[in-house]
């Protein structure tokens, strides 16, 4: 134990299994040696190591880390409350009274949290990495439809047509504010604490900027209570994982319901279906289900944080704790489904004709051919009438909009001529789109190539 003697009694067996952290910090370790190695650096550059000792200590720490990769170290979950008191011990045990010098003028308060900004940065880096993989794929896809028709919808009611490609960007913009938002949780973890001690520094003159150099902090911390304190960038860690997570379920949920029988538009390659143990003829779409499922466990975590924090004194209390486990999870979560999203896009087949000969002619059109009506001056309230009549008298009859003659329109209004054809097909309903952001062919196409442009794509 680190605090021994102060006790007359060793610290109960029941409570040290209840209030143990090392089965989950243990995944801190290689950023606890890291910070351990820059803290004795600096403690050997203001002379309360000599360099022999912090020799010593460097080496120790090194074979620490080996041996727990090789498999002939592991910390004893029965003996230590977490990684940090683990490694201290056994650094003591490898090189003798040296070992004992590491932890001047620092607290486990600000150690941990110091670890855990490291592993946050990590962590965001290899997300955004996901993130961008993910895209490529989805852009990839996005190149085969630009000319793959299907309804857009609104209320899940058909809409109005747009293409494959156009539905598929929607998803690469909101993969890219989740980047953004990764990056802005790795500037918000990027400062170093270290040296704020258990909440209000030190006597001993620490180099602070000289660890946050060695260890790749951008900034020191400017007041210690608040440093072992803070989780607010976990929280943000947590919430750029829950928008993530979102986006992806939303996307999951999109491809469960075009792999029904109903829709028919997408298959998914068989590697990522499953069967029935009763139905022989089932293919259930299970990963982007978990997908789906798996988005409450993330926001269970964030939120879980958010309640331990809300009425906690200043500064460190071991509630604190239980801010790990969820973080963990959270990565763990959404870089798996990352990857499993990257994979299933990767395998899927599109029923490239599915919906046009649907959206040929289809009441999908009646926007576009409002449109048309105020192009040759009709007011758009007029228009809009006039439309709903001819929806009324079309559907009465059973007919296309593409099915009325010319005499027919005019019937409704004398201003309809023949080019009112030209918004009514499959074929040329994309190209008719003006605006910027529409599902125009060639703006989706140059949409495509910005992005391959953006993200490297050759
Ligand atoms: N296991 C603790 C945590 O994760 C480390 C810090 C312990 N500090 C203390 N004062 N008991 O928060």
Redesign the pocket.
Known sequence: MLWGSRFDKQFDKTALEFSS?LSF?VNLIEWDIKVSKAHANMLASIGILTSNENDQIQTGLDNIITNYNKGTWKPDKNKF??I?SAIEEELTNLIGDAGKKLHTAR???DQ?ITDVRLWIKDSCKILIKNIIDLQKSIINLAEQHAKTLMPGYTHLQRAQPISLAFHLLAYVEMLERDKKRLEFTFNSADECILGSGALAGSTIKLDRNLVAKQLEFSSVSRNALDSVSNRDFIIDFLNAGNIAMMHLSRFSEELIIWTSYEWNFIKLGDEFTTGSSLMPQKQNPDIPELIRGKTGRVYGNYFSLLTVMKSLPLS?N?D??ED?EGMFDSFETLNNSLIMMNALIGSLEVNKNRFTKEIDGSFMLTTDLADYLVTKGVAFREAHNILGEIVKYATDNNRKLNELSLEEYKNFNKVFEEDVYKYLSAETCLENKKTIGSPNLQMVKKSIENWKIKLGIN
């Open positions: 952290s910090d409350e977490d940090h607290s486990r308060n941990v460190y071991r604190l704790q790990k």
